[in-house]
């Protein structure tokens, strides 16, 4: 594989909708366009020639909320983007534009997965591999409070995580699940799970006023209580 003498680094943005995520990556992005900029001005005042290194935003083709072709933060801020629609085309895209500096966002809709997992954890162990400062972003939990497809795993994977927490719609309490309404009511666990949307479809909300309710076979109390009347009544657990 390529690589370069620089060395790579992958920044995770994530937190709940409404969070700044996609402020956040912008953010970070606008600083290391300027950086690039500094640096090569500086290598001109000392008489070396160094070029920026290339940039490459990109975001996953689902998200059409506010643009095609751009990334939007519910704020109004936006920045170009690439639309990508998986996992190996955004590392295609990376290869052929020859950048160094990466940015995606809403990386947790590159759900392809094969033999070796998820494919977007190698695209991006590859493209650190290659030298390259990686910038995703994206939400870690989905609509049931649980991982968003690969997000676990590029957490575990991040050299450096930014975790942002949104403001509850209902209570005003600190926010840290997604709720999906359909036609104003909670969306049901078995729902798909990819479903973009925007304020219409979705709300922050905290713990408390979260209302998609896992199946009522997730009974782990009712678990240990069984184990324990087992262990102690020297039998196996009844199995469901």
Not at 72 to 95: D, K
Not at 133 to 148: A, C, N, T
Not at 193 to 221: F, K, L, N
Request: glycine share 8%.
């Amino acid at each position: 594989m390529q690589t370069s003498m620089e060395t790579g680094h992958l920044l995770v943005i994530t937190g709940n909708m409404m969070s700044g995520k996609t402020e956040e990556l912008i953010a970070r992005l606008r600083t290391a366009k300027r950086i690039e900029t500094i640096r090569a001005e500086a290598a001109r005042r000392e008489g070396r020639r160094r070029a920026p290194r290339r940039i490459g935003v990109y975001k996953h083709g689902l998200d059409r909320r506010y643009s095609d072709t751009e990334i939007a933060s519910h704020g109004g801020q936006r920045i170009q983007a690439t639309p990508v629609f998986s996992a190996m085309e955004l590392w295609q895209r990376c290869v052929e534009d020859d950048v160094r500096i990466v940015a995606c966002d809403e990386v947790q809709f590159f759900m392809e997965r094969d033999e070796e997992g998820w494919v977007i954890v190698r695209v991006l162990m590859a493209l650190v591999q290659r030298g390259c400062q990686v910038m995703v972003s994206g939400l870690d939990k989905d609509f049931r409070g649980m991982p968003f497809g690969p997000m676990g795993d590029i957490l575990a994977l991040a050299d450096e995580r930014v975790s942002l927490t949104a403001t509850c719609m209902r209570c005003g309490a600190p926010a840290v699940l997604p709720q999906r309404l359909i036609d104003g009511r909670p969306a049901d666990w078995n729902d798909p799970i990819v479903q973009p949307g925007a304020m219409e479809s979705y709300e922050p909300r905290c713990r408390r006023c979260h209302e998609t309710a896992p199946p009522s076979g997730w009974d782990i109390a009712g678990d240990a209580r069984a184990q324990a009347a087992a262990t102690r009544d020297g039998g196996n657990p009844p199995s469901r």
